[in-house]
Nanobody, 124 residues
Framework: QARLVESGGGLVQAGDSLRLSCGAS????????RAWFRQVPGKEREFVAF????????FYGNAVKGRFTISRDNAKNTVYLQMNSLKAEDTAVYYC?????????????????WGQGTQVTVSS
């Protein structure tokens, strides 16, 4: 059974940085694309960033473009999300997801495996 496990969340102040990690266990997921989404209670899940299998292709949501960077280390089967210049509106639970198929990278329903989420709280 494949599992994704996020880590690195926490409480920071506006302007600070955090790096989230998404490790994988069980079935080898390192050959598949991954993405980060986030969700605030009562709101829809929001696409944050995507990275393809080899790391050469990345996409970002408009709200984080220029501040967040997604990367991966396939030798460690891990994907990272470097978050800089954090804002209060970045506060959310961040989820890592893995996509096996070729559907839209922005749509959460296209992803096959999900982590349990990690809380990021940014105080203003």
């Amino acid at each position: 059974q494949a599992r994704l496990v996020e880590s690195g969340g926490g409480l920071v102040q506006a302007g600070d940085s955090l790096r989230l990690s998404c490790g994988a266990s069980g079935r080898t997921l390192m050959t598949y694309s991954r993405a980060w989404f986030r969700q605030v209670p009562g709101k829809e899940r929001e696409f944050v960033a995507f990275i393809n299998q080899n790391g050469y292709v990345t996409f970002y949501g408009n709200a984080v473009k220029g501040r967040f960077t997604i990367s991966r280390d396939n030798a460690k089967n891990t994907v990272y999300l470097q978050m800089n210049s954090l804002k209060a509106e970045d506060t959310a639970v961040y989820y890592c997801a893995c996509k096996v198929g070729v559907g839209s990278y922005r749509e959460g329903r296209e992803y096959d495996f999900w982590g349990q989420g990690t809380q990021v709280t940014v105080s203003s």
